[in-house]
Antibody, heavy 118, light 108 residues
């Protein structure tokens, strides 16, 4: 059974930083593109970032480019999202997603909540 | 950026009825890289349909997808009580990978 377990969310002040992690199990992690998708409270789904199987190629939505960094450690089956210069409108539930880059999101984690507020 | 517009925003149906949800793209979606997801309150989304018309593993056959180019449809042939949820379409052919705004299927 595929499991994606996010952690690292919390309350942070504007301008602050957080690092999200996603521990994956139940599939060959190194064989899949991985992504982050977020959902602001009461709103729809928005793609944030994706990383290739090796970690060598990354993709970002324009609204996070230069602030967020996606990475992965295939030896630890873990996906990361380093979020810097956080803004109030980054407040959202952040889902770890197995897939994207010419494939759908096959599986989703339950999400970790990031709240940016003073 | 490919903008996906879903209609209607909210629709009410009775259990047993047939529901048809629409997703229109601002430009052609390459190779039918179009997916549909279901999301219930407090839960993560779940993949229903990919490649515009292929059902994901474990999805009941009352769910079907069709369309190509810029017009896509999700059909639920007979609504079950557990089908009342929000449905999103998504294109994964061209970055940025975008989602529609969602259609809420409510109980009438």
């Amino acid at each position: 059974e595929v499991q994606l377990l996010e952690s690292g969310g919390g309350l942070v002040q504007p301008g602050g930083s957080l690092r999200l992690s996603c521990a994956a199990s139940g599939f060959t992690f190194s064989a899949y593109v991985m992504s982050w998708v977020r959902q602001a409270p009461g709103k729809g789904l928005v793609w944030v970032s994706s990383v290739s199987t090796s970690g060598g190629t990354t993709y970002y939505a324009d609204f996070v480019k230069g602030r967020f960094t996606i990475s992965r450690d295939n030896s630890k089956n873990t996906l990361y999202l380093q979020m810097n210069s956080l803004r109030v409108d980054d407040t959202a539930l952040y889902f770890c997603a197995k897939g994207l880059i010419h494939m759908p999101v096959w599986d989703w984690g339950q999400g970790t909540l990031v709240t940016v507020s003073s | 950026e490919i903008v996906l517009t879903q209609s209607p925003g909210t629709l009410s149906w009775s259990p047993g009825e047939r529901a048809t949800l629409s997703c229109r793209a601002s430009q052609s979606v390459s190779s039918s890289y179009l997916a549909w997801y279901q999301q219930k309150p407090g839960q993560a989304p779940r993949l229903l349909i990919y490649g515009a018309s292929s059902r994901a593993t474990g999805i009941p056959d009352r769910f079907s997808g069709s369309g190509s180019g810029t017009d896509f449809t999700l059909t639920i042939s007979r609504l079950e009580p557990e089908d009342f949820a929000v449905y999103y379409c998504q294109q994964y052919g061209v970055s940025p990978w975008t989602f529609g705004q969602g259609t809420k299927v409510e109980i009438k």
